[in-house]
């Protein structure tokens, strides 16, 4: 039966109240973190550092790059065309040559419709060269977990954390195998769709969290010893870095309403970005050892409208000077997507697995399962439903 749209017209009539009272109390710290970015960017150089030195840990963000041509924390990019032609003409100047690399995945997870618990995790790559000629790669990866690696005791058991987790490590395992395969490229970018400060995990337990930050410190570590950019792509962001550094730095109160790229919107027009900073987030990057001051961040806006993105770089790309560079072949990824990397985008298109992908799966898995003489077994609503498709 449809919702019943008077219903919930009624329910939100009758707490409306709470509605407005969380909007103007948004409203009224949002403008209080906007103030400070004003203040921040008024500060001379000499009074920033002495502010900074009595904070040498965990304030959140600490400035990399020079802000004085940086009005409300905003480097303008200057790029403008007059129409699709011309920006491509810009794209090809930018990227031509250049290969872009992006890993992403999909998986199928336990299900209680089988007598056996049993997962399939499937990674898919694309890489494109930006020749003239064309020429570009897709590929996919796969795995078959078995109860002992979902440590699954029986069909119905909650596992599906095991499964994201295994995906996590295939995408990673695939990137730093391409990082080392191109070692020394200068002409070579590699996009990790996701963060590489693991605060998600802080909900984990310890073993769980551990895998994640292992996986993102190998890679930072393997972008710094082999000398390939990367860079991570968050495209919805509620990350409070900036925010957590002007509420140090000034004694704002705190807000868990305010995130970065909300405080700094508003005066972005396509293409421009905030300064870099360094990432100093207290929590998970503590777990980071030698990776933990080494990630470098900021926001760029890749649409006419709407919040920026955040994308996060390992410093060593910010200390060889390469970060504009690198900048500039993102934004042409994101022209050519259409406002999102087609790298990335077309990794998604590879890695993912389809209802029929589904289906095979499991008539290969039966097939097999009869062949081996094991007892696996699908439940008679399974079996209807893919007798109904």
């Known amino acids: ?9 009624d329910i939100l009539n009758a707490k409306r109240q ?14 209080r973190y906007r103030t400070a970015i004003e203040r921040f960017c008024d500060l001379w150089p000499e009074e920033l550092a002495e502010l900074l030195l009595k904070h040498p840990s965990d304030l959140g963000a600490r400035p990399l790059e020079e802000y004085e041509n940086a009005p409300s924390l905003i480097l303008p990019c200057g790029l403008s065309w007059q129409n699709r032609e011309e920006s491509i003409d810009w794209v090809r100047d930018r990227l031509g ?8 995945g999909s998986q199928i997870y336990p299900s209680k419709d089988l007598s056996i618990p049993i997962a399939l995790v499937q990674i898919g790559w694309f890489e494109n060269s930006h020749l003239p000629q064309g020429g ?19 069909s119905g058991e909650p596992v599906d954390r095991r499964v994201s987790m295994r995906r996590f490590e295939m995408e990673i395992e695939r990137l730093i195998e391409y990082i080392h395969d191109h070692a020394g490229a200068e002409d070579v970018l590699v996009f990790l769709d996701g963060s590489l400060v693991a605060t998600f995990a802080e909900a984990f337990d310890a073993e769980t969290r551990q895998v ?3 996986c993102l410190r190998s890679l930072l570590a393997a972008s710094e010893r082999h000398r390939v950019p ?12 900036l925010a957590v550094m002007l509420r140090t730095l000034f004694d704002l109160p705190a807000s868990n309403s305010i995130h970065d790229a909300q405080l700094i919107h508003r005066s972005m027009n396509w293409g421009d970005r905030t300064p870099l900073f360094r990432c100093q987030r207290a929590g998970i990057l503590n777990s980071y050892d030698d990776q933990r001051d080494r990630v470098a961040f900021t926001y760029l806006r890749t649409t006419r409208d709407g919040y920026p993105v955040r994308l996060e770089l390992p410093m060593w790309v910010y200390e060889a000077n390469r970060h504009n560079q690198i900048l500039d072949w993102v934004r042409a990824e994101v ?7 087609y790298a990335i985008e077309t990794a998604d298109q590879t890695a993912v697995l389809q209802m ?3 289906q095979a799966f499991f008539r290969i898995l039966q097939d097999w399962a009869d062949q081996e003489e094991l007892n696996l077994r699908f439940s008679r609503k399974m079996v209807s439903k893919t007798r109904r498709r």
């Open 97 to 104: 040559g250049i290969t872009t690399f992006a890993v992403d």
């Open 212 to 214: 994640y930050v292992d």
């Open 18 to 31: 709470d509605f407005s009272a969380f909007n103007s109390e948004a409203l009224r710290d949002l403008q």
């Open 1 to 9: 039966m449809p919702i019943k749209s008077s219903q919930i017209r």
């Open 356 to 358: 029929d992908d589904r």
């Open 136 to 154: 570009y790669c897709k590929d996919i990866r796969i795995d078959v977990m078995t109860p002992q690696e979902l440590q699954a005791k029986n």
């Open 335 to 341: 022209i050519i997507g259409g406002g999102y990397p």
């Open 230 to 241: 990367l860079v991570a792509y968050i495209d919805t962001t509620y990350a409070q870095d």
